[in-house]
């Protein structure tokens, strides 16, 4: 099937500054992305979505971008903060559908002080 | 407190003994599904239930079984363990059968056989 992938695994950053988390996806039909969040021990957290129809939306300090000529997804955090270290996954489904999402493995932002 | 409630949390089992992981939510949500995480591999689907009574296969369902009996709650059973079931679980239910991406996720459940 199709794959959700994020260009790197670990993505370390100083706090204060600014996050980019970034996410390619191979499947043309996909109408719907979202990104997810994932602290040590827990259960994953949703972040923020946006559908196709969108190139841009933003949330409480994050902003997601799409970007479908090439097929990518970011997710900026503004001003990291100790409590943004997780493992961030971006998701797309692909037509709504109730077969459920599919995942990228994983990016995981590390805070330093 | 509006939440996903996985259980047992951890789990260490022997090979061929049946065991079921329990899921319920309090959100009288439509969607629940069950993922199992790897590492390197991802958060994949098992299982899914658009509702009562309905239940469909997702992309790893060898080996697991589910029933929803009941809107609140979706047990994940795995009726003869092996050694590759040892995963993390995750259990999530979503508002609507017809998806709206924003899954809410139990803490987990880590289970081993052995």
């Known amino acids: 099937g199709e794959s959700v992938g994020l260009h790197l695994p670990t993505l370390s950053v100083q706090e204060g500054d600014n996050s980019i988390i970034n996410c390619a996806y191979s499947n043309s039909a996909s109408d719907y992305f979202i990104w997810y969040k994932q602290e040590s021990g827990k259960g994953p957290q949703f972040i923020i979505d946006i559908r196709s129809n969108m190139d841009k939306r933003q949330g409480q300090r994050v902003t997601v971008l799409l970007n479908k000529t090439v097929k990518h997804l970011s997710l900026q955090i503004a001003a990291t903060q100790p409590g943004d270290s997780a493992v961030y996954f971006c998701a797309e489904n692909s037509g709504g559908g109730a077969d459920g999402l599919t995942f990228g493995k994983g990016t995981h932002l590390i805070i330093q002080p | 407190e509006a939440q996903v409630t996985q259980n047992p949390r951890y789990l260490i089992t022997v090979t061929g003994k049946k065991l079921t992981v329990t899921c319920s939510q309090n959100?009288?949500?439509?969607?629940m599904s069950w993922y199992r995480q790897d590492p390197g591999l991802g958060l994949r689907q098992i299982y899914y239930s658009m509702n009562v009574e309905v239940t469909d296969k997702g992309d790893v369902p060898e080996g697991y079984k589910v029933s929803r009996k009941e809107k609140r709650n979706f047990p994940l059973i795995l009726e003869s363990p092996s050694p590759n079931q040892t995963s993390l679980y995750f259990c999530?239910?979503?508002?609507?059968?017809?998806?709206?991406?924003?899954?809410?996720f139990g803490e987990g459940s880590r289970l081993t056989v052995l």
């Open positions: 999530a239910s979503s508002v609507s059968a017809f998806f709206t991406g924003e899954l809410f």
């Open positions: 959100m009288n949500h439509e969607y």
